[in-house]
Each structure stands twice: as structure tokens, then as C-alpha cells.
């Protein structure tokens, strides 16, 4: 009879710890572009929210600039799968901190509600396209003034 005791305890226990898990099972972002505390450049005209389980309705996603405002031409959020929301912009044009905040339901029905920054700091100007051109360009020069004095020492020698 002593033995049922603690072993009523364990299976009241456990039985439990089963009820509270789904209580608590809610899902959350397992990757978002950019990322939290990211500093970016090029060209940003969109935000990916990744999230680890399925969520419906498709969440609210909205984009603040460094001044506080919606970002222009913020688009209504797009599903590209059941657990992958987007919501797209016009290009990002000021240097600073833009802040992303969402709202959705997890599958037990609970809303949440988050949010994360990242800097935008644009490009010097100088077309992305036009970067591996210059490296080339300036490693092809190095080259010839390399070579050219490897040739003026040997020209030089007695």
C-alpha cells in the first residue's frame, strides 16, 4: 500500500506537466531578414519574417523609419508559405534605425506581439554592379606596376 502512494504522486505529477506544455506551446521567429540588431545596406525594400510553426491569419507587419513614420509604400503582408510572412516596401533610402513590429496568432488561439530593430546604412553611392568591376580593375593595375618593377630591378642590375 506504501508503494502506491508515491507512485500516485509521480502519475498525478506527470499528468501535470502534460496539461501545462500545450498551455504554454506558442510559436515564435526563428529567422527574420534583416535580423534583429542587423546593420544592412544595398538595396532593403522588404521585410522576412520566419516563423518556426504555421500562423492564421496571415499576421500585421508594419515598418517604422528612423523618424518614427511607416516606411512608403508599405504593402499589405503577404504569405509566400504558412510559416513565412513578407511584407514589401519601397527601397530604403535613409541611413538609421528602422523598427519592425508584428502581431499575429499562434496555433492555441493566443496573440502575440513583438518586435525588432535593425540599421539601414545605404551604400556610398557606388552601383553594386559596378564594385567587382573596380577590385578587378585596381588589382589589374597593382599588377602592372608590380611587374613593371620587377623589370626595371632586373634592367638596373649589373
Known sequence: ??????????????????????????????????GPGESVGGEVDSVVLDFLDPVVP????????????????????????????????????????????????????????SAHTFTFEPDDGLDLAVRPLLAWLVGGVLLVLLVAAVLGRRRSAP
Do not use: K, N, W
Request: charged fraction near 20%; hydrophobic fraction near 50%; proline fraction near 9%.
Open 58 to 113: 496571415t499576421p500585421e507587419i508594419t515598418v517604422s523609419g528612423p523618424d518614427g513614420a511607416p516606411v512608403a509604400g508599405l504593402q499589405p503582408v503577404e504569405m509566400l508559405a504558412d510559416d513565412v510572412a513578407v511584407a514589401r516596401f519601397d527601397p530604403l533610402t535613409e541611413a538609421g534605425e528602422y523598427q519592425v513590429d508584428y502581431t499575429f496568432l499562434a496555433l492555441d488561439g493566443d496573440q502575440q506581439v
Open 1 to 34: 500500500m506504501r508503494t502506491r502512494r508515491p507512485l500516485l504522486l509521480l502519475a498525478l505529477l506527470a499528468a501535470l506537466v502534460a496539461l501545462a506544455v500545450p498551455a504554454t506551446a506558442h510559436t515564435q521567429i526563428q529567422r527574420a531578414t534583416p
